[in-house]
C-alpha cells in the first residue's frame, strides 16, 4: 500500500481526492474493509491489474489517512511468524551408539545358523512366543541379524533415520518408543502369520523410524482433514514399497507393521504435553534406563532359559 498526497480526480467532483494507490487486491481488500468499518464512504477505480486507486471526499481525508495509519500500526508484526523448534538434545550420538550395539551382537551371533546359541535363545520364532510364552523373543530378534548384508543394511538406513528422529524426539523417548512400537509390530506380525514364522533383524525397527518421521515432520494444516491424514500414511507406504517390499526373506509382514505401529506412536507423541516430557532430563534418562533395562531383561531371559 502506497499513501500519495491528495490529488483532485480528473473525472469525478473536486471534492473528491485519491487517498492511495495500490498494486495487488489484497491490499485494495484490506484497506476497503478499513474504511467500511470506520464507516467512511470511498470509491475503487481500477486503471489496470497492477494500478488501482481509491478515493475519498475531502472532508473525510485526514480521518481516513488517520485509519489506515493506525490499522497499519497495530498490524506492522501480524501475523507473528510461525514458531520454530530448536530443540536438539546434549548428548547426539546416542544413533551411532544404537548401530555400535547392533554390530556389537552380531560379533557375537555370526551368521544365521541353526544351531547358533544366540539364535536359538533369541531369535523369533512364533511357535514359541505363543504357546510357550516367550514374548522376549519380540525384543531379543531385533538385535540378530541373518549376515552382514542384512546387518549393514539395516544399519546404514537405520542409523541415519533414528539420528534424525532423535533430534526430535530426544533420545529417552525416542529410542523407548521405537523398541516398544517395534516389539509390538512383531506381534501383530506373529499373531497374523501364526505358527512356523521365523524372523529376525533390525528392519522393523527402521520402519517404525520412517512412520514416526513420516507423522511427525508433517506439519500445516490441510482445509481437507482426510488428506491432512493420508499424507502422512501415503508417504510411509511409497517408502515401504521402494524399501521393504523385495528380495527373497524379505519379512513384508514386520516392514507393513512396523509402518503403522511407528505412523500410530508419531501421533502420540505429538500431543502438547510430549513437548514437556521432551525437555525434562529425569525423564528422557528414565526411559533411556528403560529401554537399557529391557534389553538386558530380554537377553538374560533368553539365555537363561537355554543354559
Not at 492511495?20 to 489484497?26: A, P
Not at 473525510?60 to 501480524?78: C, K, M, P, T
Not at 543394511?153 to 534424525?164: K, Q, T, V, W, Y
Amino acid at each position: 500500500m502506497l499513501s500519495v498526497s491528495p490529488e483532485p480526480s480528473d473525472t469525478e467532483d473536486l471534492q473528491e481526492v485519491r487517498l492511495v494507490s495500490f498494486s495487488s487486491i489484497e491490499g485494495l481488500n484490506t484497506s476497503s474493509l478499513v474504511l467500511s468499518a470506520a464507516g467512511i464512504s470511498h470509491r475503487i477505480q481500477f486503471i489496470h491489474s497492477h494500478h488501482i486507486e481509491m478515493y475519498v471526499d475531502i472532508s473525510v481525508l485526514q480521518e481516513a489517512q488517520e485509519e489506515l495509519r493506525r490499522y497499519s500500526d497495530e498490524n506492522r508484526n501480524w501475523p507473528p511468524a510461525p514458531p520454530t523448534d530448536n530443540y536438539a538434545p546434549a548428548f547426539r550420538a546416542m544413533a551411532p551408539l544404537c548401530i555400535a550395539g547392533l554390530v556389537y551382537m552380531y560379533a557375537l551371533s555370526g551368521d544365521w545358523h541353526v544351531r547358533g546359541i544366540y539364535f536359538i535363545a533369541g531369535a523369533g520364532d512364533s511357535d514359541l512366543i505363543l504357546s510357550s510364552g516367550q514374548y522376549y523373543r519380540l525384543i531379543t530378534a531385533l538385535t540378530l541379524h541373518a549376515d552382514i548384508v542384512h546387518l549393514m543394511s539395516n544399519c546404514l538406513l537405520g542409523g541415519f533415520l533414528l539420528h534424525f528422529l532423535l533430534l526430535t524426539t530426544g533420545n529417552g523417548i525416542g529410542v523407548f518408543s521405537v523398541l516398544v512400537s517395534s516389539a509390538l509390530a512383531n506381534l501383530i506380525n506373529v499373531l497374523v502369520h501364526g505358527s512356523d514364522h521365523h524372523f529376525v533383524g533390525f528392519s522393523t525397527a527402521v520402519f517404525v523410524v520412517i512412520g514416526m518421521l513420516c507423522t511427525m515432520n508433517y506439519s500445516g494444516k490441510s482445509r481437507s482433514q482426510s488428506i491432512h491424514f493420508l499424507m502422512p500414511v501415503m508417504a510411509g507406504l511409497a517408502l515401504l514399497a521402494l524399501l521393504g517390499s523385495s528380495g527373497e526373506r524379505t519379512d513384508l509382514g514386520a516392514h507393513l507393521f512396523g509402518l503403522l505401529c511407528g505412523l500410530l506412536t508419531g501421533n502420540i507423541i505429538r500431543l502438547p504435553i510430549f513437548f514437556v516430557w521432551r525437555d525434562s532430563f529425569t525423564i528422557q534418562f528414565c526411559l533411556i534406563s528403560a529401554t537399557l533395562a529391557l534389553l538386558w531383561l530380554s537377553w538374560h531371559r533368553a539365555l537363561f532359559t537355554i543354559l
